[in-house]
């Protein structure tokens, strides 16, 4: 067995967990911090002995994932999402360092690959998109953002071998679900921090990430998929300064 932790957030993800949880049984631990799901999550967890899983109201992604991270009997972790699917390479290497009777002390950095309605994307920053997931809980932390959390290390970094699959949306509907709840969840963040959104800008803000997007970051060599992804990345950004322009017309 693996003598590292890994860690997950989750929320009705039966359906992931059952994908997900069987790729996990060489780690000694698999915690799962759950905000009082109602699909049968904990009982498909109950399937794996590995598995331990405690519930908590949602606090906010990051302080979620820190609260889950704070469960962990090991001191390395491995944080994932309920759909992200790391390959054998990756699993194998962090074997190797957890093993290491000596390991330098690095966070590691998880290379995933987007597939989006189905389709891998093969080309641009969705193929090669690292985040930092492999670490000691003594030297790195989950920041308390409520959406688009990350991991701050007081280390070097380095990356993990092989690759994790990011499924991140089961279809259109799910897309669509949490579109809505990320950009309400941005716009507050972003008016917590005092941000301010123009509406003149918005509509060339939303242009210029369609652009970035579709053309600067090769999604064009994705076909239709990386088209699409790159429609939805552009109306993101113009909900989202929507929804900021509305907050500060609102608590004027």
């Known amino acids: 067995m693996i003598a590292a932790s890994v860690v997950l957030i989750t929320y009705n993800e039966a359906e992931r967990l059952q994908e997900l949880l069987p790729l996990l049984s060489a ?3 698999v915690v799962i911090l759950d905000s009082n799901s109602t699909d049968g999550s904990r009982e498909i967890c109950g399937n794996f002995p590995n598995v331990a899983v405690y519930q908590q109201d949602f606090q906010g992604f990051g302080k979620q994932k820190q609260a889950a ?11 994932l999402d309920a759909d992200e699917l790391p390959n054998q390479a990756m699993i194998s290497h962090i074997q190797e360092l957890v093993s290491s009777h000596s390991p330098s002390l690095k966070s590691y950095l998880m290379r995933r690959k987007l597939e989006f309605l189905g389709k891998v994307f ?5 193929s090669k998109d690292d985040q930092l997931r492999f670490f000691h809980k003594a030297h790195a932390r989950w920041s308390d953002d409520e959406v688009h959390e990350k991991v701050i290390s007081d280390v070097p970094v380095s990356r993990l071998n092989g690759y994790a699959l990011h499924k991140s949306y089961k279809n259109l509907d799910n897309y669509i679900g949490k579109f809505n709840r990320y950009t309400s969840l941005a716009a507050e963040t972003q008016f917590k921090r005092g941000k301010k959104s123009s509406i003149l800008f918005i509509p060339f803000k939303g242009a210029f990430t369609f652009f970035r997007s579709y053309f600067i970051q090769l999604n064009i060599l994705n076909g239709f998929a990386g088209w699409l ?9 113009v909900v989202k300064y929507t929804k900021l322009f509305e907050l500060h017309r609102r608590n004027r």
Do not use: N, P, R
Request: net charge negative; proline share 0%; glycine share 4%.
């Open 229 to 237: 992804w790159s429609l939805f990345a552009a109306v993101y950004t």
């Open 69 to 79: 991270v704070q469960l962990a009997k090991h001191d390395w972790i491995f944080s």
């Open 27 to 29: 780690f000694d631990e």
């Open 122 to 126: 093969h080309y641009g920053k969705e």
